[in-house]
C-alpha cells in the first residue's frame, strides 16, 4: 500500500508559478511510476504528466506541456510539479497518483491521493 498526501495548492494570478508536492508513504517508492492528474469543476479528470520508476522519463498532456515539469526525489518520496505560467484554464484539484511498475504511458493508476486546490485568477 501507499498513501500519497498533496500539498502546495492555492490562488495565484495568471502567468504566476506554483510547485506542487505529493509525498509517499511506502519503502518502495523508487519503484513507483508516479503521476499528477486534474479535475476541474463540471468536468472528468485529466492527465497531467507522469515521471517513470526506473529511467526517470517524463511525459506531459499537450495542454501543460513546456509549462509545467514533473520530478521525483526518491531520497525524499516525493514527487513534484512546478507548474509556470499559469492560466485560469488551469484551475482544478491536482491530484497525484502512484503504478507499481508503470509504464510511462499507462493511465490506469493503483493509488491516489486526496488532492490540493489550484485557482488561477485573472
Known amino acids: 500500500q501507499v498513501q500519497l498526501v498533496e500539498s502546495g495548492g492555492g490562488l495565484v494570478q495568471a502567468g504566476g508559478s506554483l510547485r506542487l508536492s505529493c509525498a509517499a508513504s511506502?519503502?518502495?517508492?523508487?519503484?513507483?511510476?508516479m503521476a499528477w492528474f486534474r479535475q476541474a469543476p463540471g468536468k472528468e479528470r485529466d492527465f497531467v504528466a507522469t515521471?517513470?520508476?526506473?529511467?526517470?522519463?517524463?511525459y506531459y498532456a499537450d495542454s501543460v506541456k513546456g509549462r509545467f515539469t514533473i520530478s521525483r526525489d526518491n531520497a525524499k518520496n516525493t514527487v513534484y510539479l512546478q507548474m509556470n505560467s499559469l492560466k485560469p484554464d488551469d484551475t482544478a484539484v491536482y491530484y497525484c497518483?502512484?503504478?507499481?511498475?508503470?509504464?510511462?504511458?499507462?493511465?490506469?493508476?493503483?493509488?491516489w491521493g486526496q488532492g490540493t486546490q489550484v485557482t488561477v485568477s485573472s
Open positions: 497518483a502512484a503504478r507499481y511498475r508503470g509504464s510511462i504511458t499507462t493511465t490506469s493508476f493503483d493509488f
Open positions: 511506502g519503502r518502495t517508492f523508487s519503484s513507483y511510476t
Open positions: 515521471i517513470g520508476w526506473s529511467s526517470g522519463r517524463t
